[in-house]
């Protein structure tokens, strides 16, 4: 079932806790002129090659752990941990466990 846009001053619960065992896939939560939110869930093992979005992003783990490569630095983050890139910074995804993601992408 997909997931609607959330409107300003709805509630929407982010917490990782189970998501891909209740079958939660990734979905854009939150899409404006300014920003997008996106919670991403994914299985151990995923890989995200390399890619790079135009403006800066904000990638916060809530459950689990991701490895995300930065110019060639692997950095880890973990659930409670948040990494900050600037616009048009190549990074790459690998989730070393069962994790879910929160995404924000700023529109410049």
Known sequence: MALEHVGPGEVVAVRGEGLLLAGERTAAL?????????RMVLPATKIIA?????????????EGAVI???????HVIAAGEL??????????????EDSALLLTVVFV
């Not at 390399?50 to 809530?62: A, K, T, Y």
């Not at 995300?68 to 692997?74: H, K, L, Q, S």
């Not at 990494?83 to 070393?96: C, D, V």
Request: with cysteine; proline share 7%; hydrophobic share 40%.
């Open 30 to 38: 939150v899409k404006t002129q300014h920003f997008e939110l996106i």
């Open 50 to 62: 390399e890619h790079l979005v135009d403006g800066p992003i904000v990638l916060q783990c809530l």
């Open 68 to 74: 995300v490569t930065v110019g060639g630095t692997a």
């Open 83 to 96: 990494i900050h890139l600037g616009p048009r910074t190549p990074h790459a995804l690998e989730a070393t």
